[in-house]
């Protein structure tokens, strides 16, 4: 029996059975060697490998959002969306020009260059689930296990885009995956929430925007990437912040209720609650436009707290609590809330909570006299109404 002296012999020895055929077409990309395919999660599962000193290590956070970002999909059917990943072959496996498939050898790898996180979060996912058909199967638990076996299918069948460059080596991998992170930039804030039509307040703020009557007075920008336009008085990221300020009482960063589950009922009634609350500060503040300062982002924020911890002290949002409350809005001087340069000074964190202290300290001071005040004047206008009618 010769001896083998390489493993590219010890490969040639192994049966045809062995080894792992990947269906796609070879093409030039840049001068490189490609195999574009899609590929299920098993067979990814099967090939891949990663070597730290191409990769950075995993990040715990990064991780553990791309698995609650797959079980909208294991859980709830909710497409997802991935970026394909990328593989260098590292001169592994052969091409078949003739039947259009790359075999790999059941020993072979090919190394990550882009995509690692995703895949440890397929990984983590499946090692999970694993567990729990395990646990499930020792307790008996046999409508759990073919759930969990439902899932597991979903997972392993989950169609991934793929590309392998069949030809470079690891210097030339550290440079792509350094081109592929570092050169892209994110989308900003504006357009980045947006775009996610996942979550309660953004799904609310699109509604809000598109059907409450108020929003063709209060403009809302739905397209700047960044910030807002001078044309416009709001950015949509403003809207999803003052919807959780007014419904939680918190900032967007600390929503709670911000999930990706929800029904379309909860959808319906805080839009007309939304709508309302609107309508009313137009009723009650200066025409909405740039320079006044109760039209503010900080300024809007701040009142959407104050009037959620006003509404909600009966322990759920009580509209005529809101009724009473805003009608303090034409008393207040918006000029007095922030000394000298203060509004341009301050974080912005700071800025809110100023306002949000100014409002709440001057309603609980002057609402009692102010707000009845109104009332005995709206009284008397109807009643004198009434007799121009009688006479």
Same mark, same amino acid.
């Given at each position: ?174 440079? +792509? ?5 570092? &050169? !892209? ?7 980045? *929430?947006?775009? =996610?039509?996942? $979550? ?21 920008d739905r397209f700047t990437e960044r910030g807002k336009g001078p044309e416009f008085l709001f950015s949509y990221h403003l809207l999803v912040e003052i919807m ?77 609590? +809101? ?5 303090? &809005? !034409? ?7 922030? *000394?000298?340069? =203060?509004?341009? $000074?301050?974080?912005?964190r700071s800025r809110i909570m100023k306002a949000y202290q100014y409002i709440k300290d001057f309603y609980q001071e002057h609402h009692l006299f102010l707000i009845r005040e109104d009332q005995l004047l709206e ?13």
């Open positions: 029996m010769d001896t083998i002296s390489s493993l590219s012999e010890l490969l040639a020895e192994q049966k045809a059975s062995s080894y792992i055929e990947i269906p796609g077409v070879a093409s030039r990309t840049f001068g490189q060697t490609t195999l574009s395919t899609t590929l299920p999660m098993s067979k990814l599962f099967s090939i891949y490998e990663v070597d730290l000193e191409v990769q950075r290590a995993i990040v715990p956070q990064n991780l553990s959002k791309l698995m609650d970002y797959i079980m909208l999909y294991m859980d709830h059917q909710q497409g997802i969306y991935f970026p394909g990943i990328i593989l260098s072959a590292r001169g592994a496996g052969e091409y078949d020009e003739e039947q259009k498939v790359y075999r790999l050898q059941a020993i072979e790898k090919l190394y990550v260059v882009d995509g690692q996180h995703r895949l440890a979060a397929f990984r983590r996912l499946m090692e999970t689930l694993q567990s729990n058909m395990a646990r499930a199967k020792d307790r008996r638990e046999y409508d759990r296990m073919e759930e969990i076996s439902a899932k597991l299918s979903k997972l392993y069948t989950f169609p991934m885009s793929t590309m392998i460059y069949l030809d470079i080596n690891a210097r030339q991998e550290r440079q +792509l995956f350094s081109d592929i992170n570092k &050169l !892209p930039r994110k989308i900003g804030g504006n357009l980045a *929430v947006l775009r =996610e039509q996942r $979550r309660f307040y953004h799904v609310l703020a699109s509604q809000v925007a598109e059907k409450a009557p108020a929003m063709k007075q209060i403009s809302v959780a300020g007014l419904f939680e009482g918190r900032l967007k960063s600390a929503a709670r209720n911000n999930g990706y589950y929800f029904k379309d009922e909860e959808v319906e009634e805080h839009l007309k609650l939304a709508s309302y609350y609107f309508d009313t500060l137009l009723r009650y503040l200066p025409e909405p436009e740039k320079g006044e300062l109760c039209w503010s982002e900080n300024i809007q924020i701040a009142l959407s707290l104050f009037f959620h911890e006003e509404v909600t002290k009966t322990g759920k949002f009580n509209r005529y609590a +809101l009724e009473y409350a805003m009608k303090i &809005l !034409p008393h207040i001087d918006w000029n007095a809330i922030y *000394v000298g340069d =203060e509004k341009d $000074r301050l974080p912005r009284k008397a206008n109807v009643s004198e109404i009434a007799e121009e009618d009688a006479g």
